[in-house]
């Protein structure tokens, strides 16, 4: 193990994977990923949330909305780690609540920014089936902890049919959106990223 820490090393780390030589002689480019700012993650989930309260809050599907916020949390979560999800989770779940939330969203969604953030560690945020399936198990986390807080804290009964319904199609929603913003992230990175020869 070594004690060189690793925010020192990273800069000689990202000039000497920008290419590595292969046996035959030839070079292939290698992609060093640099997590996003904590600012930009925060303008993210801002626009995120503000899309679902206003032109999104219309758009359902058997009485489910798509969470965009639920996406980017997990993407932060795995991409940069437990601390950047949970934090990312707490401030968009605030602002979900300011905006008309029940009082769980805030609960919900920093339980699901660090629920993906430990996932940073064990597998790649750029699988698809893993990006896939980790949103949804924070949709199901999220809407688990809204039903706990209304019906233990709220005192609203009679709510698990009319929720549990829900979540199966926002699952399904939220599925298909973290695919295909998955998938719109590769192709950007592939346009973007200037090939070194």
Do not use: K
Not at 24 to 39: I, K, L, M, R
Not at 93 to 102: N, R, T, V
Request: hydrophobic residues 55%; positive net charge; aromatic residues 6%.
């Amino acid at each position: 193990m070594s004690s060189a820490h690793p925010a020192q090393a990273a800069p000689r780390l990202r000039e000497a994977a920008r290419v590595r030589h292969t046996p035959a002689g030839g070079s292939v480019d290698a992609e060093v990923y640099v997590a996003p700012p904590f600012w930009l993650l925060l303008v993210l989930a801002v626009v995120a949330v503000l899309l679902q309260a206003t032109l999104l809050h219309g758009v359902t599907l058997r009485g489910a909305h798509v969470s965009l916020l639920t996406v980017l949390i997990v993407w932060a979560g795995m991409r940069c780690g437990v601390w950047t999800g949970g934090w990312l989770g707490l401030i968009g779940g605030l602002l979900e609540d300011a905006l008309g939330g029940g009082g769980a969203n805030v609960l919900g969604a920093t339980l699901a920014g660090f629920g993906a953030g430990l996932l940073s560690s064990r597998f790649f945020s750029d699988s698809i089936p893993v990006f896939v399936a980790a949103v949804a198990g924070a949709t199901i986390v999220r809407t688990l902890t809204t039903l706990v807080v209304t019906e233990l804290a709220l005192g609203e009964r009679g709510l698990f049919h009319r929720i549990s319904h829900e979540m199966l199609w926002q699952l399904l929603l939220n599925c298909v959106v973290a695919a295909l913003v998955l998938l719109v992230l590769r192709a950007a990175s592939h346009v973007s990223t200037p090939r070194l020869r």
